[in-house]
């Protein structure tokens, strides 16, 4: 025969649920402000190898484009906005998107490329992490004319950009979502490079996000 829980047991079984629903709620609390704080100082580490360096840190700013809101950075150097940070995802990555900063100066070459996220199959397709390899480097410096628009493919592709070892959905993947990039930043210039007034802006000093004056 089943006993029924008494009214005492009934209460501290409430109040341990009580107490560890509130332990998991600061823990959660806790860890969230480390995990922002550690993903800005990744941010700003990231920023510092797709922009070129000034005297000013890069403003995290929000544009609207064609009636869509556009999260990107400008950097700025003596009023001038001589670079920009455009956040891309580059789809149909083998083990899905995979998320890139990519930095265009004022004339549309490109001053560097980096992976923010990405699940690419370890071994293979993680080549285009730094880590794993310098693959990424090889955009830098590149432009829509540089090289010339239809042969911004992989080589397997019939493009002049390699593919791995193994693996080419990887590439081919960053290689398209880097030329998109290239042909929204001509398309939108002037505004791009425009100083926004009427968007919010952060300042990135020193890995630590705080508001920027606005115009």
């Known amino acids: 025969m089943i006993k029924a829980i008494g009214p005492k047991p009934a209460l501290q079984l409430g109040l341990f649920a009580l107490a560890s629903a509130a332990l998991l709620a600061g823990l959660h609390l806790m860890t969230r ?24 840190a890069p403003l ?7 009636n869509n809101a556009q999260a990107l950075w400008q950097i700025i150097d ?7 940070v455009l956040p891309f995802t580059a789809k149909g990555g083998y083990s899905g998107d995979i998320e890139l900063l990519v930095g265009l100066d004022n004339k549309l070459n490109i001053n560097g490329v980096r992976v923010t996220h990405h699940r690419e199959t370890p071994g293979l397709g993680d080549e285009i992490d730094t880590r794993r390899s310098e693959w990424i480097e090889v955009f830098k ?7 010339a628009a239809d042969q911004w493919k992989v080589k397997k592709d019939g493009g002049v950009f390699d593919q791995f070892t ?13 030329k998109e990039a290239l042909l929204f930043g001509q ?14 802006k952060k300042e990135i000093v020193n890995g630590v996000a705080g508001d920027a004056d606005s115009e």
Do not use: W
């Open 166 to 178: 193994g693996a080419t959905i990887t590439p081919r993947a960053v290689v398209k979502s880097v």
């Open 187 to 200: 398309q939108h210039q002037t505004q791009l490079f425009s100083a926004a007034k009427q968007s919010s």
């Open 33 to 56: 402000d480390a995990i922002s704080h550690n993903e800005t100082l990744r941010t700003a580490k990231l920023l510092a190898y797709v922009a070129p360096a000034t005297d000013s």
């Open 141 to 147: 410096g590149n432009s829509l004319n540089n090289p």
């Open 78 to 84: 003596k009023d001038e906005v001589v670079a920009v």
């Open 60 to 66: 995290k700013t929000e544009l609207i484009i064609d």
